[in-house]
């Protein structure tokens, strides 16, 4: 059988993301607990899992690292869109500690069970047939067959959290798709009215002075007073509108828990919020001169468009809730090492069932969130 293989030489030094420093961290750290718990004699099974655990840290090892000798620091784009070399890397690491439960002593079994119990609450709902058999068979079974079970529950918790992780990236790649498409219509729109901007007119005749300026034959746009409306006009509501909505993004992303996790979803929003803020200030323009807001269908100065503008852009905020709500709740489900992350809590029966188990020596098992690596 071979060997595996040298990180130093055979591999090129890890991507510079912090998802493949900490995979590459994890798989060093099971591969040293490996060499101390197999410092003996084993049988013909406790070698296979033995084989099995190398193999497995050999491909999460190789995922972390560019293939070839090239100099090659970032992924591709494809790479970073699917998350192949993420998801490969986890779920080997998972595999690994699976098979590593074969050959660790029974006090360690035992020291991984409130590990996993807590795991499986952070992953799956308490009424979830797959974690209520899980917990049933670790409080039950004993014996021999307990590495089994263990195994079988490491195995559905990692499954429940490497789908919440996997909806995690599909989530962020709408919101990337969503804010493309809609900077390319918004852009499209502005080339458009640049090109005809009597199309759709971004100019108003003042309330106070319409006589004034009827007889002079000038309204009030946003690039100043003229007699129509200019190319530049929906360009600067446009733009506007793109700073409210950046500063909108600060506002929003301010309670957005933050999270290891190789898929930043709070850049993706704050990227949606740029097209998103230009876009609803070119339609509130629209409404402001169709006269859908009372009492406000003419603006009296260049600066009062301007600020509404910008006022309308950070209003993009109303629409886009939506989408950093969703964002924050599947960041809610994930492991975290954070303490005031809204992390799942077991309820007060399953307290009670676990607190019988405490052993005669005192020693209580802890549950806290801090026992959970992020997707490892």
């Not at 004699?41 to 084989?51: F, I, P, R, V």
Request: charged fraction near 20%.
């Amino acid at each position: 059988m071979s060997s595996p293989p040298d990180l130093l030489t055979d591999f090129p030094p890890t991507w510079r993301e912090q998802w493949a420093v900490q995979a590459s961290v994890d798989a060093e750290r099971i591969r040293n607990r490996l060499d101390a718990v197999t410092a003996r004699t084993l049988t013909g099974a406790e070698a296979a899992s033995k084989a099995a655990v190398q193999r497995h840290l050999a491909e999460a090892e190789r995922a972390c690292r560019p293939a070839g000798v090239g100099r090659r620091t970032r992924r591709d784009r494809q790479d970073r869109w699917r998350g192949t070399s993420v998801e490969q890397a986890f779920l080997h690491l998972h595999a690994a500690k699976e098979f590593l439960v074969d050959l660790l002593p029974p006090a360690e079994v035992e020291a991984l069970v409130p590990e996993v119990t807590t795991r499986l609450a952070a992953a799956l709902d308490r009424n979830d047939p797959r974690r209520v058999e899980a917990e049933g068979l670790l409080r039950e079974v004993r014996g021999p067959a307990r590495r089994a079970v263990l195994k079988q529950a490491m195995e559905t918790a990692y499954d429940a959290s490497d789908e919440q992780y996997v909806r995690l990236r599909d989530f962020r790649n709408i919101i990337l798709l969503t804010a493309l498409s809609m900077a390319l219509l918004t852009a499209a729109l502005l080339v458009a009215v640049a090109a005809f901007p009597d199309a759709i007119p971004m100019c108003f005749n003042p309330s106070v002075t319409a006589a004034a300026a009827g007889a002079r034959g000038f309204s009030v746009c946003p690039s100043g007073e003229q007699q129509s409306p200019a190319p530049g006009d929906i360009l600067i509501v446009a733009g506007l509108g793109a700073i409210g909505g950046a500063l909108g993004a600060l506002v929003a992303i301010r309670n957005l828990r933050g999270t290891s996790t190789p898929y930043s979803v709070s850049t993706a929003l704050a990227v949606l919020k740029g097209p998103s803020g230009a876009l609803t200030a070119v339609i509130g323009m629209l409404l402001l001169a169709g006269g859908f807001v009372p009492g406000l269908t003419n603006l009296d100065s260049q600066r009062q468009i301007l600020a509404y503008a910008l006022i309308f852009g950070i209003a993009q905020q109303l629409v886009t809730r939506v989408a950093d709500d969703r964002a924050q709740q599947i960041l809610n489900q994930l492991p975290s090492k954070d303490p005031h992350a809204q992390a799942p809590r077991p309820s007060v029966p399953e307290r009670t069932v676990l607190a019988e188990e405490v052993p005669d020596n005192g020693a209580r098992p802890s549950f806290a969130p801090e026992a959970l690596n992020n997707h490892a």
